[in-house]
Each structure stands twice: as structure tokens, then as C-alpha cells.
T-cell receptor
Framework: GAVVSQHPSWVICKSGTSVKIECRSL??????MFWYRQFPKQSLMLMAT?????????EQGVEKDKFLINHASLTLSTLTVTSAHPEDSSFYIC?????????????FGPGTRLTVL | SQQGEEDPQALSIQEGENATMNCSYK?????LQWYRQNSGRGLVHLIL?????REKHSGRLRVTLDTSKKSSSLLITASRAADTASYFC???????????FGEGTQLTVNP
């Protein structure tokens, strides 16, 4: 159990276009989902935390108008990179959270590689 | 910002040897987790150790946690070429559900 999927797994787009990435928890309901980005040979940086039915909480330095997050249901969160530019090229990873006793388990998706030309 | 620091940044060993990676953090935590990531892939959860635990084992993995020193170590025994990957520690907050990842250790196990 606890499978998280992401779609697409990779995407190439032209500069100025918008790209939507979906994150789904397939076999459990996730009240919280997290979005990370990872540059080559670097660690994961948390971008935002999204709770179902409410606005996402963005980390310092992350532009909320640039990275739109929608968490419309307990199994789906989407990240839209608006007006993408080459510097937005990165590996985007989502995770879905589930309460397990005294802590929240996070289950990670396989990631989406975004390349902006 | 990342609060976890891992060392070494890169480690190269021969198959059969043990690999030890260390992680330090700055704030109070609820738990500390270790993940593995193969190049260009998602994260694989390896092991979680709670703040009131000192050591945990899972197969060839041994994790220790020293909350007084705010540090943890991951030991992989009898390494295999398939263990080649990046290893990250991540700390779970005492409140909320955020994970903060360390910088990672790139482990290369040579056959």
C-alpha cells in the first residue's frame, strides 16, 4: 500500500508555457501533500505544503504565483509551473502524508523531470 | 533551508565493505528518516528512527541517533554494487509534518 504516482514522469516545454504536474495517492487519502524540487546532484528542497481544501503554504523564497498548487481532493494535488523558463528546469517530487501515531508518514512519488527549452 | 548536513558528501568503497554515512541537524526533532535515491529516480524510504530511540536495525542497515549531539549515522554492512545511490537523511519536526532533508551522500560501491 501507500503508493503515490506522478504524471507526467518527464516533460519538455518551450519557455513561456505553463506545465501542470499531477500527484496522486493511489490507495490512501492524504490530507497533506508536499512539493519538492531537486537540482542535479543536490538535495530536495521543500517548495510548499498543501492541505486539502485550503491554500498551500509556501516556503520562503518560493513564488506562489509562479508555482500554483491545487489540492482539490484527498487523493490529488497539482503543481502548475506558470510561464516556465529554463531556470525552472528541475526534478519535481511530490509526497503524500498520512498520520501514523505520533508522526506523519510521507510517501514519495517517482518524480517529474521538467526541461524548459 | 536545509538543516541537515551529511558527511561524507561522497563515498567510494569495494563490494563487501561497510559504508557509514553521518547526518547532523540543528533543531529538535520528532523522528529522523533515511532515504535512498537512485540517479534520476524517486526516493525509497529505508528506515525511521524516533527521537526516543537510539538504534534501529533493518536487514543490512543499522541506524543510530544521538539527540544530545543532534546526529545520526547510517551503516550499510556487506555492501553490494546495487547499493550504489545517493542517501539522504530527513528530520521530522516535533510539530507539523514537514521533513527537512540533508545534503546527501553519494555512495559508490565498486564490484
Amino acid at each position: 500500500g501507500a503508493v503515490v504516482s506522478q504524471h507526467p514522469s518527464w516533460v519538455i516545454c518551450k519557455s513561456g508555457t505553463s506545465v501542470k504536474i499531477e500527484c496522486r495517492s493511489l490507495d490512501f487519502q492524504a490530507t497533506t501533500m508536499f512539493w519538492y524540487r531537486q537540482f542535479p546532484k543536490q538535495s530536495l528542497m521543500l517548495m510548499a505544503t498543501s492541505n486539502e481544501g485550503s491554500k498551500a503554504t509556501y516556503e520562503q523564497g518560493v513564488e506562489k504565483d509562479k508555482f500554483l498548487i491545487n489540492h482539490a481532493s484527498l487523493t490529488l494535488s497539482t503543481l502548475t509551473v506558470t510561464s516556465a523558463h529554463p531556470e525552472d528546469s528541475s526534478f519535481y517530487i511530490c509526497s503524500a502524508g498520512r498520520v501514523a501515531g505520533s508522526y506523519n508518514e510521507q510517501f514519495f512519488g517517482p518524480g517529474t523531470r521538467l526541461t524548459v527549452l | 533551508s536545509q538543516q541537515g548536513e551529511e558527511d561524507p558528501q561522497a563515498l567510494s568503497i569495494q563490494e563487501g565493505e561497510n559504508a557509514t554515512m553521518n547526518c547532523s541537524y540543528k533543531t529538535s526533532i520528532n523522528n529522523l528518516q533515511w532515504y535512498r535515491q537512485n540517479s534520476g529516480r524517486g526516493l525509497v524510504h529505508l528506515i525511521l528512527i524516533r527521537s526516543n530511540e537510539r538504534e534501529k536495525h533493518s536487514g543490512r542497515l543499522r541506524v543510530t541517533l544521538d539527540t544530545s549531539k543532534k546526529s545520526s549515522s547510517l551503516l550499510i554492512t556487506a555492501s553490494r554494487a546495487a547499493d550504489t545511490a545517493s542517501y539522504f537523511c530527513a528530520t521530522g519536526e516535533t510539530s507539523g509534518s514537514r521533513l527537512t532533508f540533508g545534503e546527501g551522500t553519494q555512495l559508490t560501491v565498486n564490484p
